[in-house]
């Protein structure tokens, strides 16, 4: 128990370091190494309070939520409905084959660029009808394997929304998926005590990940960093396909 809590524990130091070094991608690189040893239920359960304080640190001096809520709230009310489907289905469903759907929305964020698929006409012609799909969607995938950023990718980008704009547009819709799933694993009785201590050192790891993460930052070459991470991501998702089937 001590050596699986202490790689746990690196785990999200790890992950918080990521996070603060290139402002995303807490609960993408959390919950697949987590997911190697535990079930995606329990790898969900342990990051949603860090991804919240992760999602919130990087965050804390954005303005402007107003005008993004009054432009996209139907995208982002859709995430949190989305949410609340997804984790509902992993609640009563809880399936090993979620390990799969988790390694499938990886490998769909690894090969966004050469997928040359082009939705702009379609997105732009259906405008809201867009937005809810895209929403119901992303919430969906969220609260099934805890990682929404891949379809949220596709409809930025084809909606060319702009880096600062589409920056606090993923943070709203991260953090308004992440209460809806606290609130449902709350009301289903899976903070047990044991959680809550457990939960203080992981939280703590995180924030210490994220303040070297985040201070380092100028200091070393975001490139390279990207590319580990994306080999490391290619590396997670093929061991989640091996470990389902044997």
């Not at 640190?57 to 996209?72: A, C, R």
């Not at 590319?227 to 389902?244: G, P, R």
Request: hydrophobic share 55%; charged share 15%.
């Amino acid at each position: 128990m001590d050596s699986i809590l202490f790689f746990q524990l690196l785990i999200f130091l790890l992950a918080g370091f990521i996070h603060g070094l290139l402002g995303f991608g807490f609960p993408m690189i959390a919950t697949p190494l987590l997911s190697m040893f535990l079930s995606v239920k329990e790898a969900v359960l342990l990051t949603l309070f860090p991804t919240v304080f992760a999602n919130s640190y990087v965050i804390k001096k954005v303005s402007n939520f107003q005008k993004i809520w009054l432009e996209y709230k139907l995208l982002i009310i859709f995430v949190v409905i989305g949410s609340f489907t997804g984790t509902k289905l992993l609640i009563i469903f809880n399936s090993e084959y979620y390990k799969l759907i988790l390694s499938f929305v990886i490998l769909l964020y690894l090969n966004r660029e050469y997928m040359n698929i082009s939705l702009k006409k379609l997105i732009n012609n259906n405008h809201k009808k867009m937005m809810i799909l895209f929403g119901f969607l992303s919430g969906i995938v969220s609260g099934l394997v805890n990682i929404m950023i891949p379809i949220l990718i596709i409809y930025i980008l084809e909606k060319n929304i702009s880096k600062e704009k589409s920056f606090i547009l993923m943070n709203f819709c991260f953090i308004s998926s992440k209460f809806t799933q606290i609130f449902l694993f709350g009301s289903n009785g899976d903070f047990s005590l044991e959680f809550s201590f457990l939960l203080i050192p992981i939280i703590l790891i995180s924030i210490l990940g994220l303040f070297i993460g985040d201070k380092l930052r100028k200091y070393i070459d975001e490139k390279f960093y990207k590319k580990v991470l994306i080999v490391l991501l290619w590396l997670l998702s093929v061991n989640l396909i091996f470990d389902t089937f044997f």
